[in-house]
C-alpha cells in the first residue's frame, strides 16, 4: 500500500513538472536589450501558408485586441482596446489556430512575423493550445474581468518604463529607475483573463516571446518577480505574502488520474482558470498567477559548465500544498536538459516572457550622446 501511494505521489510530482518547442535559444545578450535574433522567421513568408503596480490608485481595466489579420506596420498591438472587442470563444475555439493566432502577441505585425506563429501554432501533433476543450473552468472571462474591475494592471510610471501593456519593471532595491527588465504581468500569451497557452516546450515559447519582441524570462528573474518589494523591504516566499495560503491563488483543484502514456491530450484534462482570475494571487511587483493555474518554463544559466538549461517554475492548478514547496525560491531541477534540445511539454505548462529595456535613468544620457554624435556628423 505504502509502495502503491509512494508510487501515484512520484507520478503525480513528475506530471507536474512537464513542457516541448523547436528552436534555439540566444544566450548572450547586450545590456541594452538587443534584439532577438529572428533568422529562423526569414523563410516563413515564402511558406505556402505565409499570409499579407498594486498600489497605485485604482483605474479601469485595459484589455488587448485580438489581431483580426497580419496587418503590416510597426509597433505593438493591443493599446486601450474596449474588452468588448474581444469576446469569449467557445471552448472548441481552444484549439482553433485561427483563433489562437488571434491572441498570439506579435512585434511587428507582418507577413513573416504572422506566418511564424502559424507554423508553431499549428504543429497539430503537439495541440499547443489553451488545452483539451474538454476541460472545465470554473471561471468565465466575464467573471475574471469583473474581479479586476479597479485595479491597475500598470501605473503611468511603470508604463513609461516597459512602453507596452501588461508589463511591469523587476527591481528588488526600491530603485524603480534602475529597472532592466521588464515582465509580463500575465502568462502568456499575457492577455487579461485569457487563458494561457500550454504544451508549447520550451524552444517553441521562446520563438513565440521573440515575435512579441521579448525573450523568455530567466529563473532569477521570475524569483525577483515573485518576492520583491517595490520599496526595497524584505522579500516575501510567496507571491501573496510569508506564508502559505491556498485560497488565494488557483490550486488545491482535484487531480484526475489521465494516462500520459497512451493519450495525454485526450485523458488529461487543463482545467486552468483566465490569467487574473485570482487577484490576490499577485506579486508586490504586480504579476499575477506565479502560483497555480500553470507551471511556466523558464531558462537558467550555469555558471558551472556555461550552458543554459530548461528551468521550470511555480505550480499548477492541481498543487496541494505538499508536493514541495512552491515558494518563490523553489528551484526543482526537473527535466533538465539544454534549453536548445529540450522537447519537453506538458498540459499543465506555460510559459512567460521578459523583455530587456533601457533604464529609464540611462535614457536621458544616451538620447544626449545620439544628439552630440548627430551634431558632430554635421560638422
Known amino acids: 500500500m505504502a509502495a502503491r501511494v509512494r508510487a501515484r505521489f512520484v507520478a503525480g510530482v513528475a506530471l507536474a513538472c512537464a513542457a516541448a518547442f523547436d528552436g534555439s535559444y540566444a544566450i548572450t545578450r547586450a545590456y541594452l536589450g538587443a534584439a532577438p535574433s529572428r533568422a529562423w522567421v526569414a523563410d516563413a513568408a515564402s511558406r505556402p501558408d505565409a499570409v499579407p503596480a498594486p498600489r497605485a490608485p485604482a483605474a479601469s481595466v485595459v484589455v488587448a485586441p485580438p489581431i483580426e489579420a497580419p496587418a503590416v506596420g510597426p509597433g505593438p498591438v493591443g493599446h486601450g482596446i474596449e474588452e468588448e472587442d474581444w469576446?469569449?470563444?467557445?471552448?472548441?475555439?481552444?484549439?482553433?489556430?485561427d483563433y489562437l493566432l488571434s491572441i498570439v502577441p506579435l512585434e511587428p505585425r507582418?507577413?513573416?512575423?504572422?506566418?511564424?506563429?502559424?507554423?508553431?501554432?499549428?504543429?497539430r501533433r503537439l495541440?499547443?493550445?489553451?488545452?483539451?476543450?474538454?476541460?472545465?473552468?470554473e471561471r468565465s472571462r466575464a467573471a475574471c474581468l469583473?474581479?479586476?474591475?479597479?485595479?491597475?494592471?500598470q501605473t503611468p510610471k511603470q508604463r513609461e518604463i516597459c512602453g507596452h501593456d501588461n508589463e511591469v519593471p523587476l527591481y528588488a532595491d526600491g530603485d524603480i529607475d534602475g529597472a532592466k527588465v521588464c515582465i509580463d504581468e500575465?502568462?502568456?500569451?499575457?492577455?487579461?483573463c485569457a487563458l494561457p497557452f500550454v504544451f508549447a516546450n520550451v524552444m517553441q515559447s521562446e520563438q513565440l516571446c521573440e515575435l512579441a519582441g521579448k525573450r523568455l524570462c530567466k529563473d532569477e528573474e521570475w524569483d525577483v518577480a515573485c518576492e520583491a518589494d517595490p520599496d526595497g523591504g524584505k522579500p516575501w516566499r510567496y507571491a501573496y505574502g510569508d506564508a502559505l495560503d491556498m485560497t488565494a491563488c488557483d490550486v488545491g483543484k482535484p487531480w484526475h488520474g489521465c494516462d500520459p502514456r497512451n493519450d495525454?491530450?485526450?485523458?488529461?484534462?487543463?482545467e486552468t482558470e483566465p490569467s487574473g482570475a485570482f487577484p490576490r494571487c499577485r506579486s508586490r511587483l504586480g504579476v499575477f498567477d506565479q502560483h497555480g493555474n500553470v507551471a511556466e518554463l523558464m531558462s537558467r544559466f550555469d555558471p558551472n559548465d556555461h550552458v543554459t538549461y530548461v528551468q521550470m517554475k511555480g505550480s499548477a492548478w492541481f498543487y496541494d500544498g505538499r508536493m514541495y514547496k512552491d515558494h518563490c525560491r523553489f528551484d526543482p531541477r526537473w527535466h533538465?536538459?539544454?534549453?536548445?534540445r529540450s522537447w519537453h511539454s506538458n498540459y499543465h505548462l506555460g510559459a512567460r516572457c521578459c523583455r530587456d529595456v533601457v533604464p529609464l535613468r540611462d535614457r536621458?544620457?544616451?538620447?544626449?550622446m545620439a544628439r552630440g554624435e548627430a551634431a558632430e556628423a554635421l560638422r
Open 127 to 137: 495541440h499547443i493550445s489553451q488545452g483539451n476543450p474538454k476541460a472545465v473552468h
Open 264 to 270: 495525454l491530450w485526450n485523458t488529461c484534462p487543463t
Open 336 to 340: 533538465v536538459d539544454p534549453i536548445d
Open 364 to 368: 536621458s544620457k544616451l538620447a544626449s
Open 87 to 97: 469576446t469569449e470563444p467557445p471552448a472548441s475555439k481552444q484549439v482553433d489556430v
Open 146 to 153: 469583473e474581479g479586476l474591475a479597479g485595479v491597475v494592471l
Open 186 to 192: 500575465f502568462e502568456y500569451p499575457n492577455r487579461t
Open 110 to 123: 507582418t507577413p513573416a512575423s504572422f506566418a511564424a506563429a502559424r507554423r508553431i501554432l499549428g504543429a
